[in-house]
């Protein structure tokens, strides 16, 4: 069967920002061109002091007061103008020009001067050039960096020309994949600057403000406080106002949120010029802009004191560095801005969680069901169940009407059933017609599965769908796998043995297993690091495993053998996961990407770039047409299969994620990180919808029970804790004002919702699993500390 075509690398041309509109915008070039950059494009929000082109535009590099924003928007058309005539664009030319007659008839004669019309620093052809050149390489890359997350982040390789798509495998960087802006373009921004000792001042003068601010301004305000921080420090260290840079810090790191502890002691290390350079927590806030959501009537008390008190310096920062997604209505308390915020680029703009996402199931396909005489006798004496079963002779025939949230049947290419999958399908039902009913008052037993002497580290388990095989990945870069039924694990025998056996027999496939080789424990040896991810196929005919040496391998569960060494991420990778469906699979590494892969082909079909730091967990969508990844840049991603786009993007979380489970239904998604809370997403309106508070330290393992009624949690804090998921999700506020500004009320009602909580001598839980009947299983090693 065919694989998800290959994406073609298709070229995106930059776009300004949704709300920047007080300038006037250029139409789009022709396609044969590249469309030219508009003037406002760098803009954070459209409703900027004067003009949004002085957040990009050459600004004078000794300290002073600013240039006006009509002069520095008029170098900024000057210098594209220029751009577009030395590369022989004369149409997109002619449309800026006639586009631009507002600003002045002598427009078109300064961008044909070889004096480049007094740009600053321009003292002929080749100055002129340079800096024309230098100015529109930032309006580009500024403009570039707003967009955001499709399948690859989209950045000008050269300025004016939009990049194509396609990420290199395994470049390092997230914010800054192969196709970011170099180093030295991304740090010239810090170039012009003001007073550094003016730099306490202006932020303690809007501190003051902020916080004599009235309540309901106060909380939306306060969250300029971390961005403005940030980027007010690196100004300060990359123009080497060394002494000036650590009284800074030392004097406002103390306000900043808890949450963000991390970020600032990495960024406390940064004390030099060249320390800066290879940073990647200091490139990750250069390169995406900070998004804040914040209602029109705070904006605008905001935008009239920075205008009063001619703060350039923040005003800058605040265009340049930030994204401003406003909102009309009543400002956010600091409830529920705390609620969302804590990501390392802010919130997630509401237009990223704007389009459809088809959560629905997929129809089963139907087929007849051979019916069990014997086992039904065995069961049942009475033979009462056997008339209902008998009624129930096709599977899937219990889901005949197409779910209207699914997509379509054939949206993407899903491999055919085999006649070993329905028979595993029909044993799937016989199981579900025993599974017990949970709720809170039934709650379901668990089975724990220590792994005790584990000295070689336990860093991976999985269980099979049928619960009759565990896996283990360990630090000693061995993959482990125990039958925890009766059942001996057994391989297939030799090629000389099997040229003896009758192939017409019944019971050949009996017959070709070699009884000699059967054991409870196989060891699996061929990475060359730390095993992190162990993924079971659906048919239990394959094992995949990740590890830090780079690779995804796939093991035959028949021959115990390596099949194949997928080779994309350069650096570890942290999880791997097979589709429902199998034969698709994702991993995610710490080169920021997650890769779709298919089991024949040797390179990923998908690459999905957006995050800033590493895909820590991945977890494919019941429907297979969707992928979560969540991240140590504290956000979760959901993306489409199809096409590789970002399709939602969730923040909340203060520290990375580690666990992810998609609700049976496929409508919801439960999220566990190092906060020690889960929270719950609403995956059609894109809203979080619950916060689940009890552990203590991070949570490993997140699995709902079969039928969605439950949601179990296993942490370091040594506990599994059971959630009612049926009450967590009714009487959900989804109305269409909740969706649009992200005004949620979550409830605290962790303790009503809290159904159980299980403690384990000294076994941190690394793995959950419902069986097919509701038995909870839940593994980790042993830890004597």
């Not at 928007?73 to 004369?90: E, I, K, P």
């Not at 002129?128 to 997350?149: C, F, H, P, Y």
């Not at 403000?209 to 921080?229: G, K, M, N, V």
């Amino acid at each position: 069967m065919a694989a998800v075509p290959e994406e073609p690398a298709e070229v995106v041309a930059v776009k300004p920002d949704p709300e920047a509109g007080t300038p006037p915008q250029p139409p789009a070039a022709p396609p044969a061109t590249a469309a030219p950059p508009a003037p406002s494009a760098a803009a954070a929000e459209g409703e900027t002091a004067g003009s949004a082109g002085d957040a990009s535009s050459a600004k004078p590099s000794a300290p002073g007061p600013a240039a006006s924003p009509a002069a520095l928007d008029r170098q900024t058309l000057v210098a594209v103008l220029q751009f577009l005539r030395r590369s022989n664009l004369r149409e997109s030319e002619e449309i800026l020009r006639r586009e631009a007659r507002l600003l002045g008839e002598d427009l078109g004669a300064a961008a044909l001067s070889p004096a480049g019309a007094g740009l600053p620093g321009a003292s002929g052809g080749e100055g002129d050039a340079s800096s024309s050149e230098a100015l529109l390489s930032r309006v580009t890359a500024a403009a570039a960096i707003a967009i955001g997350s499709s399948v690859a982040p989209v950045a000008s390789s050269s300025p004016g020309v939009a990049a194509a798509t396609a990420v290199p495998p395994g470049k390092v960087g997230g914010g800054v994949v192969e196709d970011q802006p170099d180093v030295s373009a991304v740090l010239s921004a810090y170039n012009q600057q003001g007073d550094p000792t003016l730099y306490e001042e202006y932020y303690s003068g809007l501190k003051n403000f902020i916080e004599c601010s009235l309540d309901c301004h106060r909380a939306e305000l306060s969250q300029l406080f971390y961005p403005l921080f940030v980027h007010m420090y690196l100004e300060l260290v990359y123009n080497q106002h060394e002494s000036e840079a650590k009284s800074f810090f030392e004097r406002f790191h103390g306000d900043q949120e808890c949450y963000y502890q991390d970020d600032l002691r990495v960024l406390s290390s940064l004390t030099k010029k060249e320390h800066m350079k290879g940073n990647e927590t200091m490139l990750d806030f250069r390169t995406s802009k900070f998004v804040l959501r914040i209602s029109r009537d705070s904006y605008q008390l905001l935008k009239r004191h920075l205008q009063e008190k001619q703060n350039n310096q923040i005003w800058n920062i605040v265009q340049e560095h930030l994204y401003i997604d406003i909102f009309d209505g009543m400002p956010r308390s600091k409830q529920q801005i705390d609620a969302m915020v804590g990501s390392l680029a802010g919130e997630a703009k509401r237009e990223a969680n704007k389009a459809k996402v088809f959560f629905g199931l997929l129809k089963e396909p139907e087929f007849d069901v051979p019916l069990d005489d014997e086992d039904e006798e065995g069961e049942n004496e009475e033979g009462k169940p056997k008339k209902k079963k008998a009624k129930r002779d096709s599977v899937g025939s219990k889901s005949k009407k197409q779910d209207p949230n699914a997509p379509p049947q054939n949206r993407i290419p899903l491999p055919e059933l085999k006649d070993s999958d329905k028979l595993d399908k029909v044993m799937n039902m016989k199981e579900a017609a025993r599974r017990v009913r949970l709720g809170p008052e039934c709650l379901p037993s668990i089975c724990f599965y220590t792994f005790l002497n584990a000295y070689q580290g336990l860093t991976a388990v999985d269980i099979t769908d049928d619960s009759s095989m565990i896996v283990g990945g360990f630090a000693d870069s061995t993959v482990r796998v125990w039958s925890v039924t009766p059942k001996k694990l057994r391989s297939v025998k030799a090629a000389a043995d099997l040229s003896l056996i009758d192939k017409e027999s019944d019971d050949v496939l009996e017959r070709i297993m070699d009884e000699k080789t059967a054991s409870e424990l196989k060891i699996l040896y061929g990475h060359s690091g730390p095993v992190y991810g162990t993924s079971f196929s659906p048919d239990r005919n394959y094992l995949l495993s990740c590890s830090e040496d780079g690779t995804v391998r796939l093991w035959s569960l028949q021959t115990f053998t390596c099949l194949v060494g997928y080779k994309g991420h350069n650096y570890p990778v942290w999880d791997t996961q097979f589709s429902p469906y199998g034969y698709y699979f994702v991993s995610g590494g710490h080169d920021r990407v997650a890769r779709l892969w298919a089991t024949d082909h040797y390179q990923p079909l998908r690459i999905f770039a957006g995050h800033l730091a590493d895909v820590t967990c991945t977890r494919f969508h019941p429907n297979s047409n969707y992928i979560a990844t969540g991240s140590a840049d504290r956000t979760v991603r959901l993306w489409d299969v199809l096409n590789g786009n970002c399709v939602r993007i969730f923040t909340g979380h203060k520290g990375p994620i580690h666990s992810l489970a998609f609700s049976p239904n496929g409508r919801f998604l439960a999220t566990g990180a190092t906060d020690g809370r889960v929270l719950l997403w609403d995956i059609g309106h894109g809203l979080m919808v619950g916060e689940l508070k009890g552990h203590t330290d991070t949570i490993y393992a997140l699995r709902f029970s079969r039928d969605g009624e439950i949601l179990a949690s296993g942490s370091m804090d040594n506990t599994v804790r059971l959630w009612d998921a049926v009450k967590a999700f009714e009487d959900l506020e989804t109305d269409d004002f909740t969706t649009a500004t992200g005004h949620i009320n979550l409830p605290e009602n962790s303790q009503d919702l809290l159904l159980g909580t299980y403690m384990t001598k000294s076994t941190p839980v690394v793995h959950l699993h419902f069986t097919r009947r509701n038995l909870l299983l839940a593994a980790g090693a042993y830890s004597s500390q």
